[in-house]
């Protein structure tokens, strides 16, 4: 089937040291997306992909990085994570970015950081 | 700015139907997405208007008013399982999602 994957599933990283979260679709979806999202709250968007371009929210903070290296890998790196950075992190893809191109979630990464 | 507002939370009797409300205020606009989430999972979509009226898929409905910035998702037949969050989410004219905080819907026997 084809699907939206993310690894792992849980992730527990101290503050302050640095932690990768990986996306893979087997959808070959042009837009890749990385959302925040904390309990009872909107999804944030953090950056997108199109193709290799590289989109960035205005209010990403510095901290959180992106690579898209081939199709159906994306990874979000975050640099120094503080206590705020805990949340639910959701890995998107869509066919494009316009009209009614739905977006496919993967299972997502809750981030712990202690 | 932008805005997306729904209820935070409605309960609703298993089998009964239940409409939640969105209104949306979005500089332009390219459709309105509704997406089901359980607790602790991924969205997932449930439907996509672009044009003002009723678009039905099983005990899922959604409607939408563009004059309006205003749209529902009506649910029949109400079963456990539709108990999660529903989350609204307009595009504007960047193709950018402004998403609301989702609605929890609680069903009872």
């Known amino acids: 089937d084809a699907m939206v994957i993310q690894n792992p599933r849980y992730q527990v990283t101290q503050f302050g040291k640095p932690v990768t979260l990986s996306c893979s679709q087997t959808?070959?979806?042009?837009?890749m997306y990385w959302y925040q999202q904390k309990s009872s709250q909107a999804p944030k968007l953090l950056f997108h992909y199109y193709d290799k371009d590289f989109n960035n929210e205005a209010d990403t903070p510095d901290n959180f990085q992106s690579r898209r290296p081939n199709t159906s890998f994306c990874f979000l790196d975050i640099r120094s994570p503080g206590l705020g950075d805990a949340a639910m992190y959701l890995c998107?893809?869509?066919?494009?970015?316009?009209?009614?191109?739905?977006?496919?979630f993967g299972p997502g990464t809750r981030l712990t950081v202690t | 700015g932008q805005n997306i507002d729904q209820p935070t939370e409605m309960t609703a009797t298993e089998g009964a139907i239940v409409q939640i409300n969105c209104t949306y205020q979005t500089s332009g606009f390219n459709g309105l997405f509704w997406y089901q989430q359980h607790a602790g999972e991924a969205p997932t979509f449930l439907s996509y208007?672009?044009l003002d009226g009723l678009e039905e898929k099983g005990r899922f409905s959604s409607f939408l008013s563009r004059s309006k910035g205003y749209s529902y998702l009506l649910l029949k037949e109400l079963q456990m399982k539709d108990s999660a969050s529903y989350l609204c989410?307009?595009?504007?004219?960047?193709?950018?999602?402004?998403w609301g905080a989702g609605t929890k819907l609680i069903i009872k026997p």
């Open positions: 989410a307009a595009m504007d004219s960047n193709y950018q999602l402004i």
């Open positions: 208007n672009v």
């Open positions: 959808l070959n979806h042009n837009v």
């Open positions: 998107a893809t869509s066919r494009d970015v316009q009209g009614g191109a739905e977006q496919y």
